[in-house]
């Protein structure tokens, strides 16, 4: 106590002491001041100062308290406990920070804790201490048993350990999971919550990617625990997260990547995010662009009477023919599909009753064909084709001629001579005829003008000739004949919707010549004379000197000498010796 003063104060370990249910500071009717500690714990341990004052100073006492055979309670803390789950209860060790319970389930926690004397328990949910009944059944041996958890029963969930030396708590928050919800980037398609296997789609945000380019669709999905997403393509085939499948690939996050984007890879795809609370469904649609393109140049698409025409090497433009219809072809690619238009020298082409257009789509192509009937001299001039859209725009033009039909005319050449080489004669149809040595081959060309422009044939004795054997007519469109052992006679025809003409060509096969040799006769004696004249069957002659033997005769000259010889008939024969 200390006496004379005004007002006490009660500090420890420097600290000023307040007054609760447990620490309380006491005036005693003989003036002393009493500090009353109640169950004594391990922290109470340390320096306690009383200090008074009044108007003439401050004094004070100090005591130490020592507590001894006690420890404050330690709680056993097992995180790394793996929940235990049955089909209707879960069994959580206290120290992991969060259990998630199925709704309907039990749940069980069991705390423990270490401390002298030993500690009693207390649980508190939300701050606020849980009582034994109805939904909650406590046992003393630190076990807390829910039934039934729903909704009310989620929450921060604390376990005290108390003794008289201290106190020690640890919590554990208990929740529910949460069926997965997709953000929608549209409006939602179907609105039919269906339990346990929802149907319904939303709708992500739908694509459009050029051709050859990679795109990337993503969805935004909660729920706890985080739903793993699955995406399903248009072909019906699954990916999961974390998977790829030839081109496509979904990424962790549940995004789906589509890599060198193809026509064939557009359509609906679906995601599917899924969970131990349920699933939620949402697709993208995905359109692939292509860029517009012609498949091949519009000079190469011409047709007159249904037969495909091209320029001439000389001249770039096509010519058809009067009053046969003619037509042009564009094929073109492109999505989505391009506008068509048709033009003759800059103003657009309209149908009438000889002019047509017709544009037909087969997948990622547009066909459009302009047709002309009763072709005249008017409807010449240079024709466009244009295709615009999205995709970019294409166009292209040729210039088309129209001439009067002609009759084919065979090109006769009379004045060139045959080529011969590597035992091949080339020779060209109007030549005289043709002799082949056995072993050789001999090609005939044959070539003719006219509108539209002549088909050419080949036949023997009206029989046509095709394209193998020994006699063929190669692509070029001549004449091969081999291995001639008699004489042939090729006819070559060269027709169009205007007439034909014809010519023929003989192949003769060579014979060989034979000499008949006479018998050898001795010469006479040589004659002077420089120049002589001889006839044949004569045995004499102008100084010449000769023999006849057998009915042959001989001639003997002098080297250097000139010698005529004439015949008197075909069958005469002179044998001269020099």
């Known amino acids: 106590s200390i006496s004379g003063v005004t007002s006490v104060v009660w500090t420890k370990d420097g600290r000023p002491l307040v007054d609760d249910d447990r620490i309380t500071a006491q005036i005693t009717q003989g003036g002393a001041s009493r500090l009353i500690i109640r169950n004594v714990r391990q922290s109470d341990a340390g320096t306690y100062t009383l200090s008074g004052e009044n108007d003439a100073g401050t004094a004070q006492t100090s005591g130490n308290i020592v507590v001894q055979g006690g420890s404050a309670p330690i709680i056993q803390r097992m995180p790394s406990v793996v929940p235990t789950v049955t089909d209707d209860s879960t069994e959580v060790m206290i120290g992991r920070r969060e259990v998630m319970v199925p709704r309907g389930m039990t749940l069980r926690i069991r705390g423990s804790a270490r401390g002298n004397p030993q500690p009693t328990y207390t649980w508190m949910k939300d701050g606020s201490q849980v009582t034994d009944g109805g939904k909650f059944n406590i046992d003393p041996s630190g076990l807390l048993q829910i039934r039934r958890v729903g909704a009310g029963e989620a929450g921060r969930y604390s376990f005290v350990a108390t003794n008289s030396a201290g106190d020690d708590r640890e919590f554990i928050d208990v929740v529910l999971p949460e069926r997965p919800r997709i953000a929608a980037a549209g409006d939602v398609i179907a609105e039919r919550p269906l339990p346990d296997s929802d ?81 939620a469904k949402a697709k993208s649609r995905l359109r692939v662009f292509v860029a517009t393109s012609l498949d091949r140049p519009l000079d190469q698409s011409v047709s007159v009477s249904g037969r495909p025409v091209r320029p001439s090497r000389s001249q770039s433009r096509v010519v058809v023919i009067s009053e046969e219809p003619f037509s042009i072809r564009a094929s073109v690619r492109g999505v989505p599909e391009p506008a068509i238009s048709w033009s003759r020298d800059g103003v657009n082409i309209t149908s009438s009753d000889r002019v047509s257009v017709t544009t037909t789509t087969v997948g990622d192509r547009t066909v459009s064909t302009l047709t002309i009937t009763g072709t005249d001299t008017g409807d010449a001039g240079s024709y466009t084709f244009r295709a615009s859209g999205n995709s970019g725009t294409v166009s292209d033009s040729v210039d088309v001629a129209v001439k009067f039909a002609d009759a084919p005319t065979i090109n006769r050449v009379t004045d060139r001579d045959d080529v011969v080489s590597d035992s091949t004669i080339s020779t060209i149809i109007g030549r005289p005829d043709v002799v082949v040595v056995s072993g050789e081959t001999v090609e005939v060309t044959c070539g003719a003008s006219g509108s539209p422009d002549p088909t050419i044939t080949w036949s023997r004795e009206g029989e046509a000739i095709g394209d193998s054997g020994r006699v063929r007519v190669l692509s070029s469109g001549v004449l091969q004949v081999t291995d001639i052992q008699e004489t042939e006679t090729y006819t070559c025809t060269a027709s169009n919707d205007s007439g034909e003409d014809r010519e023929t060509i003989t192949l003769e096969p060579a014979v060989a010549p034979k000499l008949d040799r006479p018998p050898a006769v001795e010469p006479d004696k040589p004659v002077p004379d420089d120049n002589v004249t001889y006839q044949a069957g004569q045995t004499s002659g102008t100084g010449l000197s000769g023999s006849t033997a057998g009915g042959r005769s001989s001639l003997g000259a002098t080297a250097g000498s000139s010698v005529i010889v004439s015949r008197s008939s075909p069958e005469s024969l002179l044998a001269v010796h020099v």
């Open 199 to 279: 149907r319904s789609y939303v709708v992500t945000q739908n694509a459009e990617v050029m051709e050859g380019k990679t795109v990337r669709i993503s969805v935004t999905a909660t729920g706890r625990p985080a739903p793993a997403i699955t995406w399903r393509l248009p072909t019906g085939r699954r990916i999961n997260s974390g998977r790829s499948y030839s081109r496509f690939s979904v990424s962790d996050n549940g995004t789906l990547v589509v890599a060198d984007a193809r026509p064939e890879d557009e359509g609906t795809y679906r995601a599917i995010a899924k969970n131990i609370a349920g699933l």
